[in-house]
């Protein structure tokens, strides 16, 4: 259990590490006051171009969410059916939502959960990959097919997997997407909105308003 613990400090503090916030800063851009104030690649990706914002989903899957699965994996625990296994990866999760470098600020998670599906479930992944591209293909709704998706997983997981840890991490993944959803905008609105039409923009749309280029080009605030 100690190492396991260690182990879930380690990938939270590796997930905390706003790597797309310093690229920006160095841009002169500060992410938590412009566009939708989120502190990932999205936001980066639109105010400072795709070309700085690939490298940062990379290295967002590849460390952030396969390399804690694949550690713990390798290192403490080769039967992938443990619930411990979904820990440190929760955690990394945890840490880019709430960095610890950012007064508990932070991104999305969803290039983390991405490199997470990839470790644990890769044939999950690949399926609800075809279900999110035929999704938005359909309707050009990301906030949406993303959240469908994990719930897509979540009852795959529960229905065919015989691991406990699949459900686990699919379960997690998605409480703590709908957690920062709910959670991550703390300005005062504009407008009068009904707070009814705000909770379901944040958990359907991940934003206050219906509007996504209002939302995403917002100014300094």
């Known amino acids: ?11 939270y503090a590796l ?6 916030y310093v690229i920006a800063r160095l841009l002169r851009v500060d992410l938590s006051k412009v566009g939708s104030r989120n502190i990932g690649a999205s936001n980066l990706a639109f105010h400072c171009g795709v070309f700085w914002a690939l490298p940062i989903i990379l290295f967002d899957i590849i460390v952030k969410g396969y ?5 713990g994996l390798k290192c ?13 990866a929760l955690a ?20 983390v959960i991405i490199g997470i599906l990839i470790a644990t479930m890769p044939l999950m992944f690949l399926l609800s ?3 999110f591209v035929a999704g938005w293909i359909f ?10 998706t994990l719930c897509s997983i979540v009852i795959w997981s529960f229905v065919f997997s015989q691991s406990t840890a699949s459900l686990a991490i699919a379960s997690g993944c998605l409480m703590l997407m709908v957690v920062k959803r709910l959670t991550s905008n703390l300005e005062p609105l504009h407008g009068n ?18 509007d996504r280029e209002t939302w995403i080009s917002r100014g300094p605030a």
């Open 193 to 210: 909105i009904p707070k009814k039409h705000v909770f379901l923009n944040r958990l359907l749309h991940d934003r206050d308003i219906s």
């Open 129 to 131: 990959s075809i279900l």
């Open 76 to 88: 403490f625990d080769p039967d992938s059916s443990t619930l411990l296994t979904s820990m440190p």
């Open 15 to 20: 997930g905390s590490f706003p790597i797309a």
């Open 67 to 71: 390399f804690p699965i694949w550690f």
């Open 1 to 11: 259990m100690f190492p396991t613990f260690g182990l879930c400090i380690i990938s």
């Open 92 to 111: 990394s999760i945890a840490g880019h939502n709430w960095s610890c470098f950012l007064q508990f600020k932070g991104g999305r998670g969803v290039s």
């Open 139 to 148: 309707s050009k709704s990301t906030g949406i097919w993303v959240l469908l």
